[in-house]
């Protein structure tokens, strides 16, 4: 079954704080990617990935850093977190085959900069 | 970058009435389509997915409709009920070289009163 997990699903941090969020894919799919998700702005790219050590730019990157460990484990890394970060942050995993092109999303991590 | 407009932002309509939700995008290397919908609280629950030139596809209860020499892709709710209530999103898969992106709408919300 596909299976995108995030964690934490829940996570509060104060202004300044290290935060790392955590994403695992059992797909079998080369591309990750991290969006937020705010109210007015739809979801927006921060990240991707199509493998294992690479790291493509999103359009709203600034002030994230992210890491591809392997096929299955994408992190995004918040280092200085600021108010503004408050968020609805999803992982997705992709895979291109034609019609059978798959993109399969998390269940989401609500991170709070207090 | 890919711009995706999708219109309307708000949609009301009575149960039984249909709802039509279109998007429109700008990057020629727009290849895999998607509509998602998210209800409250929730993560996001895939719909339909569409690649062809010309397709309609029918769903349970809806209708997508993929133009790309207008590049534009619809949803049609056929005769909505109070549970289609939600946020409904497009997606459009970008595939440049050998990268891909996977860029979304900013949502339409619709309810759908009794």
């Known amino acids: 079954e596909a299976a995108v997990t995030q964690s934490p699903r829940n996570k509060v941090t104060v202004t300044g704080g290290n935060v790392t969020l955590s994403c695992r894919q059992t797909?079998?799919?080369?591309?990750m990617y991290w969006y937020r998700q705010d109210t007015g702005h739809g979801l927006r790219l921060i990240h991707y990935?199509?493998?294992?050590?690479?790291?493509q730019i999103g359009d709203v990157p600034d002030g994230y850093k992210a890491t591809r460990t392997t096929q299955e484990d994408f992190f995004l890394l918040l280092e200085l977190a600021s108010p503004s970060q408050t968020s609805l942050y999803f992982c997705?995993?992709?895979?291109?085959?034609?019609?059978?092109?798959?993109?399969?999303f998390g269940k989401g991590t609500r991170l709070t900069v207090v | 970058g890919e711009q995706v407009e999708q219109r309307p932002p708000h949609l009301s309509v009575r149960e039984g009435d249909s709802a039509v939700i279109i998007c429109t995008y700008t990057?020629?290397?727009?290849?895999?389509f998607f509509w998602y919908k998210q209800e409250p609280g929730a993560g996001l629950q895939l719909l339909m997915k569409?690649?062809?030139?010309?397709e309609i596809n029918e769903g349970q209860g809806f209708t997508v409709l993929l133009n790309k020499k207008d590049k534009q892709l619809s949803l049609n709710l056929t005769a909505a009920h109070p549970g289609d209530s939600a946020v409904y999103f497009c997606?459009?898969?970008?595939?440049?070289?050998?990268?891909?992106?996977?860029?979304f709408g900013l949502g339409t919300t619709l309810q759908v009163q009794p």
């Open positions: 990935s199509y493998g294992a050590g690479n790291l």
């Open positions: 990057d020629p290397n727009s290849y895999y």
């Open positions: 997705a995993s992709s895979v291109d085959r034609g019609r059978n092109t798959e993109v399969f």
């Open positions: 797909n079998s799919h080369n591309y």
């Open positions: 997606a459009v898969r970008v595939i440049t070289g050998n990268t891909g992106k996977l860029i």
């Open positions: 569409v690649f062809s030139s010309t």
